[in-house]
C-alpha cells in the first residue's frame, strides 16, 4: 500500500460504474428475488427491470454511486474485488427504500425520468417495498456470514436511523420559517451523509480493514455532504433532462435545500423579498418561482453552496490522501467522488 496523490487523471467513472454494475447486480437481483411476488414487482418497477405490469424492461435504474464506493473502499484496503459486494448490495437496498419513501412524503411524482412508484402502485403498497428493501439490507448483511457482518449489520443500522432523523428534521423544516443554517447542515450530513459514509466505512470492514473504517467514514460524509449541496443546486437550477424532475421543483414545494436557507438567513434585501415569496400559503407561479431562483443567488445562497461544496471535497480528498490505501481503487474513488460533484451533470 501506497499513500496516493490528489490525482483522478486516467480513471474514468462511467467504466468504473460500469465495472460495479457488473459485481452488483447480479447480487441485487438475486436479494429482491426472494421477496413476495407483490413487493417484487413494485421493487423491480423502482430499479427499471421491468415496467408496471412486470415485462421486462432496461431502464435507468439509477448511478450506483454507494455501492461502488463500497466496492472500492473495500478493495482499497486490500480486499478482493468481490469482497464488498454485501456490503455494496445492503447499501444500495437502503438508499432505495430511503428513495420510496421520500417520493411519498415529499409528493415527488417522477423518479428517473418515469412516474414515482407510488403514483403506480399507491403511496401504502410503496410504503411496505420500502419497509421489505430496509429489512433485506440487513438480512444480505447478516446471512453472508462475513466475520464482521455483526458490526456491519450495527453499522448500517446507525446509518439508517441517522438518515431517518434527517428526514424528520426536513420534514419539520417544511412547517418552519425559522430555519438555521448550521441545524440545515446537520440535517444534510444525516440525511445524506450518512448512508454515503456507512458505504465507505462499510467496505473497509468486509475489505479486512476495520481500522480504516473511521477515516473512510470520514471521507464519505465529507463527500456525501458536498453531494448534497450539488444536488440541491440542481433542484433549483438543474434541468429536468438532468435531474429527472421539473424545473425549480425545490422551490416549487418551498424545499428549505441548503442555498434557500442560506439565502433566507443572510440578512440581505433578497433574502427578504425571497421570504415574502416563500412563505406564502398559495402555490408561487412559474414567473414567480423564476424570481425566487433569482433571489437565491442574488441572497448569495448559489455561491455558499458552492463553495461549501468545494471545501468538503477538499476535506474528503484530504482523508484519501491520509489513509494508507492501494493506489489504483484509492485513486477510482477519488474521481468518482469528483465526478458525482461535478455541477454540469
Not at 20 to 47: C, K, M, N, T
Not at 205 to 222: I, N, S, T, V
Amino acid at each position: 500500500m501506497t499513500t496516493i496523490e490528489d490525482t483522478t487523471e486516467g480513471h474514468r467513472p462511467h467504466e468504473v460504474l460500469a465495472r460495479s454494475r457488473e459485481l452488483i447486480d447480479p447480487a441485487l437481483r438475486a436479494a429482491v428475488d426472494g421477496l413476495p411476488s407483490a413487493i417484487r414487482r413494485i421493487v423491480g418497477y423502482h430499479f427499471g427491470w421491468c415496467d408496471e405490469n412486470g415485462v421486462p424492461s432496461d431502464d435507468d435504474s439509477g448511478k450506483a454511486i454507494r455501492p461502488t464506493l463500497s466496492l472500492l473502499a473495500a478493495e482499497a484496503v486490500g480486499g478482493s474485488s468481490g469482497s464488498g459486494v454485501s456490503a455494496a448490495v445492503a447499501v444500495e437496498l437502503v438508499h432505495n427504500f430511503s428513495l420510496l419513501h421520500d417520493d411519498i412524503m415529499d409528493g415527488d411524482t417522477t423518479r428517473r425520468h418515469r412516474p414515482a412508484a407510488w403514483t403506480v402502485f399507491g403511496a401504502n403498497p410503496t410504503i411496505l417495498a420500502g419497509d421489505a428493501l430496509q429489512t433485506l439490507a440487513l438480512d444480505v448483511l447478516a446471512a453472508g456470514g462475513h466475520p464482521a457482518a455483526q458490526d456491519g449489520v450495527r453499522m448500517l443500522s446507525a446509518a439508517v436511523l441517522d438518515l431517518i432523523n434527517g428526514q424528520v428534521a426536513d420534514l419539520d423544516f417544511e412547517t418552519r420559517d425559522d430555519v438555521g443554517l448550521a441545524e440545515c447542515v446537520r440535517m444534510a450530513e444525516l440525511k445524506t451523509g450518512a448512508l454515503l459514509g456507512c458505504a465507505c466505512a462499510l467496505g473497509a470492514l468486509f475489505g479486512g480493514a476495520p481500522d480504516k473504517a473511521e477515516p473512510l467514514r470520514r471521507l464519505g460524509l465529507a463527500f456525501g455532504t458536498a453531494f448534497q449541496h450539488v444536488d440541491d443546486l440542481l433542484g433549483i437550477w438543474g434541468s429536468p433532462e438532468t435531474t429527472g424532475k421539473s424545473i425549480h421543483s425545490d422551490l416549487r414545494s418551498r424545499k428549505k435545500s441548503l442555498p434557500v436557507v442560506a439565502a433566507l438567513t443572510s440578512d440581505t434585501s433578497a433574502g427578504r423579498e425571497l421570504a415574502g415569496l416563500y412563505f406564502r400559503e398559495r402555490e408561487l407561479s412559474d414567473v414567480e418561482l423564476a424570481r425566487a431562483a433569482e433571489l437565491v443567488e442574488a441572497a448569495g445562497g448559489r455561491e455558499w453552496s458552492r463553495r461549501q461544496a468545494d471545501d468538503l471535497m477538499e476535506r474528503a480528498m484530504g482523508e484519501l490522501r491520509d489513509a494508507d490505501l492501494v493506489r489504483r481503487p484509492a485513486e477510482e474513488l477519488g474521481a468518482l467522488a469528483r465526478f458525482a460533484t461535478r455541477r454540469d451533470h
